[in-house]
């Protein structure tokens, strides 16, 4: 019902079986995927971030450690990055990975995964999030520190997220979002919330990149601020919104992978109109270019975007992911 109500549809549903299929016959026995046997860098922070995301997109279709068609592999998924853990929370000295995987392990707590251990992982890693949060409230490959990403700040905040949701520091996260709406606020582009906005964003403070009308980090800043607590009539959001649609992608070949998984998940936020205008298209652009040869059917290609270096297990996951958003979160659905 969900899929239909959102948007999806069997041939959606059929995308993620295949790409679950694929993810569940190329996971290493110990439980993780090794990015460097599929296009991938191959290095332990890719081979996190990599896991982390595998895992998400079948805790994203349902399946648990105790149920579902996949539960073994999602049960030594999550072994596998409770060992993995460093003893301060983190998996990797940069922020990407330890965001992605503080995710995974929040949400594989919040449906009951692995039970203590994977509640400790999960608030070990909040707690690291926590300290490396900069005092201008975003964050950076490495914090505290004096430089702002959007794009690292995206992933702390989903990973924050997802443990608020599980129950896991609740306080400490709602303050540290509060202090992370502030600075947004303060910065050109998002200090806009005017009739008039044009809905920009920045990649960092002065450099707006991918912040432009249509980018990842202008999506990024969307969902923030989504998570924030921001109305979706808000005049930033949906001026973000516009720039969003005004950019859809019109072929895989040369489109940003990370931007659509970003833009699936703040548009499907969104609702209405902008969620109408990009759901279709996307989504059967997505559907069309997923492998169906082989040993490949089910994933997807490379294709030369800024996810390049998680290789085929990434774009697969991350697609996957995106293809799962019609049951993964509510929308206001307006």
Known sequence: RAVMKGGGSKATESAVDWALWWLANHQEKDGHWDSGKYEGGG??????????????AFLGAGHTDRA????TNVKTAVAWLVAAQRPDGSWDARNYANGICTMAMAEAAGMGCGGSDTKKSAELAVD???KEQNGSGCFDYTGPSARDDMSVTGWCVMGLKSAMLAGIRE????????KCGDFKKKKKGTDDNTSTSKGEAWYTPGSTGTGAAGGACQAIAMLVRQYLGWERTAPWLEAAADGQVAHIPAAYAGSDVYRIYYSFLTLFQ????????????VSKMVVAAQRQDGDFRGSWDKNGCHLDKG?????????????????????VMK
């Open 43 to 56: 290095t332990p922070e890719v081979d996190s971030a990599a896991t982390g995301s595998a895992l998400l």
């Open 171 to 178: 306080a400490d996260i709602k303050a540290a979002f509060h």
């Open 270 to 281: 969104q609702g209405g109109k902008h969620w109408t205008a990009w759901n279709d298209p």
């Open 311 to 331: 290789g085929r297990v990434m774009y697969t996951a991350f697609l996957c992911l995106s293809l799962e958003i019609y049951y993964r979160y509510k929308s």
């Open 128 to 130: 690291y999030l926590l």
């Open 68 to 71: 579902g068609k996949w539960k």
